[in-house]
Nanobody
C-alpha cells in the first residue's frame, strides 16, 4: 500500500505563487510516474501535470507556462510550483501514482494511488 500526503495549499491572491508537495510512503513501486489533478467545485476532476520516472513532464494547456512539476526521488516527493495563479485555478489538488513509469497519463483511471487533496483558493 502507498500513502500520499499533499501539503502546501492555501488562500492566495491572483498573481501569487504556491508550491504544493506530495510525499509518498509505504510500499512504493520501484519506478513510477506521478501526476497532479485538480477538482473545482461542481466540476469533474481534471488533469494538471505529470512527470515520468526519468523526469519528462507534460501539462494541461490551462496550466502550461505557469505550473512546473518536479520530483525528488531521494525524498519520494513530487512538487507542483504554481505561478501567476488565477481565480480559475481554485480547486482541490490531488497527487497520484501511475505505476507505468514512462507514461504521461491524463486519464485518472491510469493512476493507482491518490492523496487526500489540498485546497488551493485564489481570490481576485
Amino acid at each position: 500500500q502507498v500513502q500520499l500526503v499533499e501539503s502546501g495549499g492555501g488562500l492566495v491572491q491572483a498573481g501569487d505563487s504556491l508550491r504544493l508537495s506530495c510525499a509518498a510512503s509505504g510500499r512504493t513501486f520501484s519506478r513510477y510516474a506521478m501526476g497532479w489533478f485538480r477538482q473545482a467545485p461542481g466540476k469533474e476532476r481534471e488533469f494538471a501535470a505529470a512527470i515520468t520516472w526519468s523526469g519528462g513532464t507534460h501539462y494541461a494547456d490551462s496550466v502550461k507556462g505557469r505550473f512546473t512539476i518536479s520530483r525528488d526521488k531521494a525524498k519520494n516527493t513530487v512538487y507542483l510550483e504554481m505561478n501567476s495563479l488565477k481565480p480559475e485555478d481554485t480547486a482541490v489538488y490531488y497527487c497520484a501514482v501511475d505505476p507505468v513509469a514512462s507514461r504521461y497519463a491524463e486519464r485518472d483511471d491510469a493512476y493507482t494511488y491518490w492523496g487526500q487533496g489540498t485546497q488551493v483558493t485564489v481570490s481576485s
